[in-house]
């Protein structure tokens, strides 16, 4: 069966370090994936979308690798301040393409003074 | 101001009722997506719409119902037949050319009384 899955417990980290969130999947071959950052009680917003041509992406401080022979993205927040403190979600559409949008159960990041 | 409003934010439904839930969006995008959130958790796809007057099942449609009579409206109706109907429901949208981000709703909380 197909499976997005990405690190259940919560990252803590110090402020100013790198965070490093993971997302494997299984039984996809998707076309294209993003990262959406969640707050509690809100919709999720978009950050960063990266190809299946595509290794690695950046935007200001946040970069995103995509290896599909792992099967595995990585997302980093370089210099981390307590307002990256959210829930990080990836999202991978249907195999071949298409809009089926399907997200994985997020990672808690808490940034700590 | 562009964007998607769900309505209502908050909304009890007693045992046995249908209930419908409204998403609107102004951004002329294709694609319309329901999704389910219970606490701690990831989204969970119900239903999805690349077009008007046609919509797919997603991994948790039982119990649920939608339409997509415009391409600005995707209704998702609650029915008495969804056993645990207690969420936070987003609704979200995306254009169709693909490799797009995705909009969200901010959401509306259902909560069975």
């Known amino acids: 069966s197909q499976k997005i899955e990405q690190n259940s417990e919560a990252l803590n980290i110090q402020e100013g370090k790198t965070a490093t969130l993971t997302c494997n999947y299984t039984?996809?071959?998707?076309?294209?994936l993003q990262w959406y950052r969640q707050d509690p009680g809100r919709g999720p917003v978009f950050l960063l979308l990266?190809?299946?041509?595509?290794k690695e992406k950046r935007k200001e401080r946040l970069k995103v690798t995509f290896d599909t022979t792992l099967k595995q993205s990585l997302f980093h927040i370089t210099a981390s301040q307590p307002a990256d403190s959210a829930t990080y979600l990836c999202a991978l559409d249907g195999t071949g393409g298409g809009n089926k949008l399907t997200f994985g159960t997020g990672t808690q990041l808490k940034v700590e003074l | 101001d562009g964007g998607i409003t769900q309505s209502p934010k908050y909304l009890f439904r007693k045992e046995g009722q249908n209930v419908t839930l409204s998403c609107e969006q102004n951004?002329?995008?294709?694609?319309m997506y329901w999704y389910r959130q219970d606490p701690g958790q990831g989204l969970r796809l119900i239903y999805y719409?690349?077009?008007?007057?046609?919509?797919q099942k997603g991994d948790i449609a039982e119990g649920y119902s939608v339409s997509r009579e415009k391409k600005e409206s995707f209704p998702l109706t609650v029915t008495s037949a969804q056993k645990n109907p207690t969420a936070f429901y987003l609704c979200?949208?995306?254009?169709?050319?693909?490799?797009?981000?995705?909009?969200f709703g901010q959401g509306t909380r259902l909560t069975v009384v």
């Open positions: 719409s690349q077009i008007v007057n046609d919509f």
């Open positions: 951004l002329n995008h294709d694609a």
């Open positions: 039984n996809y071959s998707p076309a294209y």
């Open positions: 979200a949208s995306s254009s169709h050319r693909g490799n797009t981000e995705a909009f």
């Open positions: 990266i190809r299946e041509n595509e």
